[in-house]
């Protein structure tokens, strides 16, 4: 795997840490508004998505390649 998708995919793994992270600050501040919970899970699921797509086509382009042992 190549250093640039290594570090690629460890910055949307980051970024999802910090959106579930949000989410959860919104969840527990208690101030009645969902609105900040949502935006935050809504994010975490467009980064999931986003990083699941990169990884298939760059196994497709041959940028990663399974460790096959």
């Known amino acids: 795997m190549s250093m640039e998708i290594k570090y690629l995919v460890i910055l949307i793994l980051a970024l999802i840490l910090i959106s579930l992270g949000k989410a959860l600050f919104h969840l527990s501040s208690g101030k009645g508004s969902s609105a900040g919970m949502v935006r935050a899970l809504s994010w975490?699921?467009?980064?999931?998505?986003?990083?699941?797509?990169l990884l298939i086509l760059a196994y497709y382009l041959g940028w990663i390649k399974p460790n096959t042992g």
């Open 44 to 53: 975490r699921i467009g980064l999931s998505v986003t990083l699941f797509a």
